[in-house]
């Protein structure tokens, strides 16, 4: 077994190893049957095809790694504590914690009589294990494992950890999909080892992996040990199914019963066709991500204000929900949707709709058209723009910057598109900055807004701030982060959207949805709080 390859890969090799098998599944009878237990029949028959954009990786998804898909990692592997609507903390594995008065120590009080999936005991122990194993890897960025100075287990059922400083986000942390999720000690060879090699995924969450076919297809099934409320059904076939047409092909013919989502965008020209489906339901839900373009601080015309609330003003951000989104979505009104912790109505007001007013400004900041060719030049300057997008990831980003262009021309700014590959664009936007606008998105969910705010406008020892360097912004968004009152808290967020827009760091564009496309035949579909649990699998069912 030591040397025994854990899970075969490519065309042929699409068994898992009988050895391996064990509390998987149960190797030889139905899938269903060995999780299940004494599961009803009728029970038994309960299963879905999920159709997926790419490969899953069951063969890799050690929790303390960064590799395989960030959705079956939450639904295999429970962290301490998840993440709720609007950015709540719930208990998880945790069933309450205590923070100390200087926010830098946690004591987790674990949830007794859990199991993990191959039936051995979940403790403080297991917890110790799982965060050794990958706090010290040098690709780990989060904070959770930079600041931790002790890690102690006084009991089974108590894991105290230290931090070096009050970081409210550690909670937040905590829930991500990877790297913090609890993985039992004898998912590595040798059992135990936190520097063994990782064999197959044993957690404690509601599924579990029964087998797997590379590039084709992933089979989960019920995890008979769950500690909670037992799935309503007992299989779900992950699909892998890359092009976006033939997923909804896939939903329109029955193979397929779910698509969407960050498992794999339906294209929104097909919306039409899956909402005159009448074995078709679309569910839809407010996103938690936005679409808005970076400045390059380094631009002489971009270094004006004037200029840079000009550009808000002429992009109508309802005509983009409205002509080019068919309606799905919604005008953006700050850098963050309502649904992200912290944003409210007072404080994430942005910019209007108003070309007169930006002209108006424009003037003010001494432009005018000298040649009159259309665009405005200052000091014999043309107010011309190299707008850098891509649309591999994000198809809809040309249209948009197309549209964008349009308004910005009607101010007399001239913007040239320019649409590179995938890894040109993000070369452009992390590293090169050979881009003067550029199209970019928010992070989703759990990443919003801390994570996302010191990420893109927040410099560190090596580089500076990524879409806008401002001092004034910084020490802001570090009371936030430091911030052991929620009140204090809530009040450094209103500074910190306040300071982003009245000195219009970004330009607002779009709050996308996230859609669904569901089988009517399954019951219950729900979408989940965050990316990585994008639908609430345990509490799906289905009628034949």
């Known amino acids: 077994m030591h040397k025994s390859k854990v899970w075969q890969k490519g065309m042929t ?3 898992l190893a009988a050895a391996l098998l064990a509390g998987c599944s149960n190797g030889g009878g139905s899938p269903a049957t060995s999780a299940a237990g004494s599961d009803s029949a009728k029970q038994e028959e ?77 403790n403080a122990d297991a917890v110790k294990f799982s965060f050794e194993r990958w706090i010290h890897d040098p690709s780990n960025s989060l904070s959770v494992a930079s600041a931790l100075t002790s890690l102690e287990t006084p009991d089974e059922h108590t894991v105290k950890m230290t931090f070096d400083r009050a970081y409210y986000p550690i909670l937040t942390e905590l829930t991500f999909a990877r790297p913090v999720r609890i993985l039992s000690p004898n998912a590595v060879e040798p059992a135990g080892d936190i520097k063994g090699k990782f064999v197959k995924p044993i957690g404690t969450g509601a599924w579990m992996a029964d087998s797997y076919k590379t590039d084709q297809e992933a089979v989960l099934v019920r995890n008979r040990n769950y500690w ?171 249209p948009m910057a197309e549209l964008i262009q349009a308004e910005l021309q009607q101010i007399g700014i001239a913007a040239e598109l320019q649409v590179l590959e995938p890894n040109a664009y993000y070369d452009a936007l992390w590293t090169t900055k050979a881009y003067d606008m550029i199209i970019y998105r928010t992070y989703d969910d759990a990443y919003n807004p801390h994570s996302f705010l010191s990420s893109l406008f927040h410099s560190t ?62 019951q219950h579909a729900e979408a989940g709080h965050t990316t990585f649990e994008p639908i609430l699998w345990n509490r799906l069912d289905v009628t034949e």
């Open 13 to 15: 090799g699409v068994i």
């Open 46 to 122: 309960k299963r879905i095809t999920v159709a997926v954009s790419g490969d899953v990786g069951l063969d890799r998804m050690d929790a303390g790694a960064y590799d395989g898909s960030m959705n079956v990692h939450a639904m295999i592997y429970d962290g301490l504590v998840q993440y709720g609507a609007q950015g709540a903390i719930e208990p998880a594995l945790a069933e309450s914690w205590d923070i100390s008065p200087d926010g830098k120590a946690y004591t987790f009080h674990l949830r007794r009589g859990v199991k993990f999936s191959d039936g051995s005991a979940f």
């Open 228 to 398: 909670g409320e037992q799935p309503k059904l007992s299989q779900i076939k992950l699909q892998v199914i890359p092009d976006p047409q033939s997923r909804v092909l896939a939903l329109q013919n029955g193979s397929v019963d779910l698509a969407g989502g960050q498992l794999g965008r339906l294209p929104l020209e097909s919306l039409p066709v899956i909402e005159g489906d009448d074995k078709l339901d679309l569910l839809k839900s407010a996103g938690t991500s936005s679409h808005f373009i970076v400045y390059n601080g380094k631009n002489e015309h971009l270094q004006q204000l004037n200029v840079r609330k000009a550009i808000n003003l002429a992009i109508d951000k309802k005509s983009v929900v409205d002509d080019l989104m068919g309606g799905v979505g919604s005008e953006a009104r700050g850098l963050f949707p309502p649904t992200v912790p912290y944003v409210t109505e007072k404080n994430s007001r942005g910019y209007g709709f108003d070309p007169e007013e930006a002209k108006r400004l424009l003037r003010e900041a001494g432009y005018k058209d000298s040649d009159e060719d259309g665009t405005l030049d200052r000091g014999g300057v043309p107010l011309k723009l190299n707008f850098v997008l891509q649309q591999a990831d994000f198809p809809e980003w040309k």
């Open 461 to 522: 020892k090596e580089a500076p701030a990524v879409a806008w360097s401002d001092e004034r912004l910084e020490q802001q968004i570090d009371a936030a982060l430091a911030s052991t009152d929620e009140s204090a808290r809530q009040t450094a967020y209103d500074d910190i959207f306040a300071r982003l827009d009245e000195q219009a760091m970004y330009a607002a564009v779009y709050f996308p949805d996230d859609l669904f496309a569901v089988n009517k035949r399954v």
